[in-house]
């Protein structure tokens, strides 16, 4: 079994006390692949849209987007894997333009 999912996350780290706290909030997750076809998990390729109108990845201070490919597999006789990829995603038209 293979399983890939894109997932958006929201984190704020703010003081509590003494203490810094992050909170996380799933705000996306949709499936990219997932399928029992050992061919398939092995040599096949996958692509998937960001949903439009979501938040592009943001790094602040006490605040972040995150998003990730989250990958886990199960084959036959050998350990579970679990990755996760952290992707950038740009607002529209970011990439575009004179010079880009």
Known sequence: VLHVTLEGTEEATYSRGTDRVT?????????VVHTVDPFQAVSGSA???????????????????VWLLRLTARPRGKED????????????????GPGR
């Open 81 to 96: 894997v679990k990755e996760e990829y952290e992707i950038t995603v740009v607002p529209p038209g970011a990439g575009e």
């Open 23 to 31: 909170d996380r909030a799933l705000f996306h997750r949709s499936d």
């Open 47 to 65: 692509g998937f849209t960001v949903p439009a109108g979501t938040v592009p990845t943001l790094e602040a201070p006490s605040n972040r987007v």
